[in-house]
């Protein structure tokens, strides 16, 4: 007698296999993606966190308080962002000592594809004694619907501004 599989069996054994597939392949991509968006989240904050932390060692160790341009500050009194944070990457560009109307600020920004994603820095309100290290995601200008969707679950909505008071 022959022990063999019939062309059935084995028809029925690659049908059952390609189902299973089909069924984990999108649980595979939906991990891959949330990884992605946490990792990216994950950075952005801790990266926030250290830099206030720098800052308010600067601040109350040394005794130096923030000043909104690198190349103009006095480096014996004040320190700049670049001081407490450098970010090195592709898509990450500095801008130093930016007055605006009503504020100071320094910051890192994340672009891709020409939109802005996220951004890191330093801001002093003009009616505010205290400086604030700030960061953001804004997840609408992600490449795929579906990160922009993952992004806006795990980052409240996909636009908030949180600051970090760091004296």
Not at 36 to 64: C, G, W
Not at 117 to 122: D, L, M, S, V, W
């Amino acid at each position: 007698m022959n022990r063999s599989f019939t062309l059935i069996e084995m028809i029925f054994t690659i049908i059952i296999l390609a189902l299973l597939a089909a069924i984990a392949l999108p649980k595979f991509l939906n991990i891959k993606d949330n990884a992605l968006i946490n990792s990216m989240v994950f950075n952005i904050k801790s990266s926030a966190l250290q830099t206030a932390e720098a800052a308010r060692v600067e601040h109350d160790l040394n005794n130096k308080s923030w000043y909104a341009n690198c190349e103009k500050r006095d480096q014996k009194k004040q320190f700049c962002l670049k001081d407490v944070m450098e970010v090195n990457g592709r898509y990450w560009k500095f801008y130093d000592g930016m007055p605006w109307n009503n504020y100071d600020i320094e910051k890192y920004q994340f672009s891709y594809g020409g939109h802005l994603i996220a951004e890191i820095g330093i801001k002093k309100e003009k009616n505010e004694k205290k400086s604030y290290v700030y960061y953001f995601v804004i997840c609408n200008w992600l490449p795929t619907k579906k990160l922009i969707k993952k992004c806006k679950e795990m980052y409240n909505g996909g636009q908030k501004t949180y600051k970090i008071y760091y004296y």
